[in-house]
């Protein structure tokens, strides 16, 4: 069975910065494309980074305060948060999707871990 569990998240000041992680457990996560997405409150989900054997994708919107980047065993994976704005705060998900690829897309991620919660203040 997939698990994907994400740590890392906590109250930060406007400014600072974080690091989550997600670890997976139940699958070749070799081959997996892993990604983060985020959820504020009353908005949907949305895409925010993902890693595959092809390489990285991150979104404009924060493409130069953050990175993506798998670890040695690559069944995690971690989001780096720099220079982070109160509009970032939201729970950030760990998602898995089975290919090469790195869709943008909810529908196209097949496991979703529990989320960890950031704020941000100013």
């Known amino acids: 069975q997939v698990q994907l569990v994400e740590s890392g998240g906590g109250l930060v000041q406007a400014g600072g910065s974080l690091r989550l992680s997600c670890a997976a457990s139940?699958?070749?996560?070799?081959?997996?494309?892993m990604a983060w997405f985020r959820q504020a409150p009353g908005k949907e989900r949305e895409f925010v980074a993902a890693s595959s054997l092809s390489g990285t994708t991150v979104a404009d919107s924060v493409k130069e305060r953050f990175t993506i980047s798998r670890g040695n065993v690559k069944n995690t994976v971690f989001l780096q948060m720099n220079n982070l704005k109160p509009e970032d705060t939201a729970v950030y998900f760990c998602a898995a999707h089975i290919g090469g690829d790195t869709p943008r897309t909810t529908i196209e991620y097949s496991w979703w871990g529990q989320g960890t919660q950031v704020a941000v203040s100013s």
């Open positions: 139940g699958g070749a996560f070799n081959w997996y494309t």
